[in-house]
């Protein structure tokens, strides 16, 4: 079945960078997109960003454009986040999600990975 | 701050029916047949339960519907059980990006 591990976080300083992991099996990797959703603590759940199947495409929330890159290897089955000039409201937890396959579904996070949390604090 | 409005909670008792709504505009909801719902227990991973507004994936109880009426969409929880009680979130295309509602606590009583 599909399996999803996240791996990366930790607490950083605002205005640091820091970089997450996540693994894939179960599936064909290539041929799903992927994405990252954020849940701060006690709150509601932020769609952060998503890669196409081939790594060509990505798109972000306003909220970490320009600061976050995603990124994906399918050779490895294993898609990235790269956070930049990190800011307190940035802590969360991070999942990764695969996307569906039907029309649309790769805008849809259908399986979720239990998180890695992210304290960004001086 | 969301862009999709959603009740901060709703309940009922069991076996009964109760509705959470997701109201957006004609930029994301109202735009696109592309809703979804996911539930959400204490400490848990957040589960798909409908997408395209209206389909359910393998294993989602039937007793679990979508729908949508211009910029609102709504998930029914008909015949409530006690294992529904949970936070509920919508999600929305909304050209090239996502968007999540702020949640709805559901509670059976």
């Known amino acids: 079945q599909v399996q999803l591990v996240e791996s990366g976080g930790g607490v950083v300083q605002p205005g640091r960078s820091l970089g997450l992991s996540c693994a894939a099996s179960?599936?064909?990797?290539?041929?799903?997109?992927m994405h990252w959703v954020r849940q701060a603590p006690g709150k509601g759940l932020e769609w952060v960003a998503v890669i196409s199947d081939d790594g060509r495409n990505k798109f972000y929330a306003d909220s970490v454009k320009g600061r976050f890159i995603i990124s994906r290897d399918n050779s490895k089955s294993t898609v990235s986040l790269q956070m930049n000039s990190l800011r307190p409201e940035d802590s969360a937890v991070y999942h990764c999600?695969?996307?569906?396959?039907?029309?649309?579904?790769?805008?849809?996070?259908?399986?979720w990975g239990q998180g890695t949390l992210v304290t960004v604090s001086t | 701050q969301s862009a999709l409005t959603q009740p901060r909670s709703v309940s009922g008792s069991p076996g009964q029916s109760v509705t959470i709504s997701c109201t957006g505009t004609s930029s994301d909801v109202g735009g696109y047949n592309y809703v979804s719902w996911y539930q959400q227990h204490p400490g848990k991973v957040p589960k798909l339960m409908i997408y395209?507004?209206?389909k359910r994936p393998s294993g989602v109880p039937d007793r679990f519907s979508g729908s949508k009426s211009g910029n609102t969409a709504s998930l029914t929880i008909s015949g409530l059980q006690a294992e529904d009680e949970a936070d509920y979130y919508c999600?929305?295309?909304?050209?090239?990006?996502?968007?999540f509602g702020p949640g709805t606590e559901v509670t059976v009583l």
């Open positions: 395209n507004v209206t």
């Open positions: 999600a695969k996307g569906g396959l039907d029309v649309g579904g790769s805008w849809r996070p259908e399986d």
């Open positions: 999600c929305s295309y909304a050209h090239l990006r996502n968007v």
């Open positions: 179960g599936f064909s990797f290539s041929i799903f997109g």
